[in-house]
């Protein structure tokens, strides 16, 4: 799972990088980008609960195979159809929509898995070497497939993308999981449904997802549409967008080696002022700043994105039964994709009637209300770690 996992991120910093930049080439249009991009997160949206039962249902890691081929595939067409120049607007979006799709059901499946790997005292730990594994690939991949998409073509790195996904199934193929976690009969809406009492009946569950529902629409939206354009003016383009998603990565390996050891107590409290790290670099790209600046800035972001990431798989492969865990991933994602298309259609068309500059210091401010909001809720601020099980001895009676 791990050299899967790392491989195929290693293939998707490729794709990050260089569909922005196929679809600046093809048009030069901010809002064609982010109606690419929303194109892959609908489907995600819409198939993510699906995918959160199925990954209940079947042995998870064959649900992150037949995704991975899936993806694999679609991301070979999209190279195909670069490479022989008849690309359309239209054709990368619905390719994107197939991506988006498969991952609807890759995520929950990934997410679940963990808890059958490893036992609970290792979980922050295990979930720390996975996102380092990934972190890892990504300073390397986004660095390189700026270099190589410059000298090349985004072609390319679509290319390797694809390649990716098609050695992450084979490896993924390999695993053998216990079967002791079996889901009894029961029909979709049933298995709908006891997701749901699973999510609503946490506080702290809901309201951080409501919270996400915003920062990944302003974020994702100002970064993945507004980034590249920035970095097209001001940052010596593919080259120093490579750069800055490196710098991030740099970021998320440092906080994924500080989680290795470090066990906050209040994870939830940690978590969130942690996602607070990333709106520096929001405004640092609206200025925008020197390129070392917004260097040092993306690297804060990703220590903070990585702060919240290990605590919050933490804590919900602590507080949500394995046998839930991947339909209750999956209204997490739900919540938390669900206005991602909005903000990435409605990046580009904002920044052209108001400008670059002030979307972004906009998006910072949202941001910022959003998660400090979260604040407000007790749960948040006061739901502990569990210690480890101690198994008790029977006691042996005095012989009289």
């Known amino acids: 799972?791990?050299?899967?996992?790392?491989?195929?991120?290693?293939?998707?910093?490729?794709?990050?990088?260089?569909?922005?930049?196929?679809?600046?080439?093809?048009?030069?249009?901010?809002?064609?980008?982010?109606?690419?991009?929303?194109?892959?997160?609908?489907?995600?949206?819409?198939?993510?609960?699906?995918?959160?039962?199925?990954?209940?249902?079947?042995?998870?890691?064959?649900?992150?195979?037949?995704?991975n081929l899936i993806s694999g595939a679609s991301q070979a067409a999209i190279a195909a159809l670069l490479f022989f120049g008849n690309a359309q607007i239209w054709e990368l979006a619905a390719l994107a929509a197939v991506n988006g799709a498969s991952a609807a059901f890759f995520f929950p499946a990934s997410a679940g898995i963990i808890p059958q790997t490893v036992p609970e005292p290792l979980l922050q730990?295990?979930?720390?070497?996975?996102?380092?594994?990934?972190?890892?690939?990504?300073?390397?991949?986004s660095a390189l497939a700026g270099l190589i998409v410059a000298a090349t073509s985004p072609t390319t790195g679509i290319a390797v993308d694809a390649a990716s996904f098609l050695i992450a199934a084979w490896l993924t193929a390999a695993m053998r999981l216990p079967s002791s976690l079996k889901m009894e009969k029961s029909t979709f809406l049933a298995d709908l449904s006891l997701g749901w009492r699973e999510f609503a009946s946490r506080a702290w569950l809901w309201t951080i997802v409501l919270q996400f529902a915003v920062v990944n629409a302003v974020e994702q939206g100002s970064e993945s549409v507004l980034g590249p354009v920035v970095a097209k003016e001001h940052y010596h383009g593919a080259a120093g967008w490579g750069l800055i998603a490196a710098a991030q990565a740099v970021?998320?390996?440092?906080?994924?080696?500080?989680?290795?050891?470090?066990?906050?107590?209040?994870?939830?409290?940690?978590?969130?002022?942690?996602?607070?790290?990333?709106?520096?670099?929001?405004?640092?790209?609206?200025?925008?700043?020197?390129?070392?600046?917004?260097?040092?800035?993306?690297?804060?972001?990703?220590?903070?994105?990585?702060?919240?990431?290990?605590?919050?798989?933490?804590?919900?492969?602590?507080?949500?039964?394995?046998?839930?865990?991947?339909?209750?991933?999956?209204?997490?994602?739900?919540?938390?994709?669900?206005?991602?298309?909005?903000?990435?259609?409605?990046?580009?068309?904002?920044?052209?009637?108001?400008?670059?500059?002030?979307?972004?210091?906009?998006?910072?401010?949202?941001?910022?209300?959003?998660?400090?909001?979260?604040?407000?809720?007790?749960?948040?601020?006061?739901?502990?770690?569990?210690?480890?099980?101690v198994p008790h001895e029977p006691a042996v009676e005095a012989a009289v």
């Open 125 to 141: 730990q295990a979930n720390a070497i996975l996102r380092l594994g990934r972190n890892g690939s990504v300073i390397f991949g």
């Open 251 to 389: 970021g998320l390996v440092v906080g994924g080696l500080m989680f290795l050891r470090a066990r906050p107590q209040r994870m939830l409290l940690v978590a969130t002022l942690g996602i607070l790290l990333t709106v520096p670099f929001l405004f640092g790209l609206a200025i925008p700043l020197p390129l070392a600046s917004v260097l040092v800035l993306s690297f804060a972001a990703g220590l903070g994105i990585e702060t919240f990431g290990v605590l919050w798989d933490t804590t919900m492969q602590q507080e949500i039964p394995q046998d839930r865990l991947s339909r209750v991933y999956s209204y997490d994602a739900l919540g938390s994709f669900a206005l991602i298309p909005l903000g990435l259609a409605a990046a580009g068309p904002i920044a052209e009637v108001v400008g670059t500059r002030a979307t972004l210091f906009a998006g910072g401010v949202i941001s910022v209300t959003a998660t400090l909001a979260v604040l407000l809720v007790p749960e948040v601020r006061g739901l502990r770690r569990r210690g480890p099980v």
């Open 1 to 67: 799972m791990f050299g899967a996992r790392t491989i195929s991120f290693v293939g998707s910093a490729f794709a990050n990088v260089a569909l922005a930049f196929a679809v600046l080439e093809l048009t030069g249009s901010k809002a064609d980008l982010g109606y690419v991009l929303a194109a892959r997160t609908v489907p995600m949206v819409v198939f993510s609960l699906v995918g959160g039962i199925w990954a209940d249902r079947l042995p998870r890691h064959y649900v992150m195979v037949g995704s």
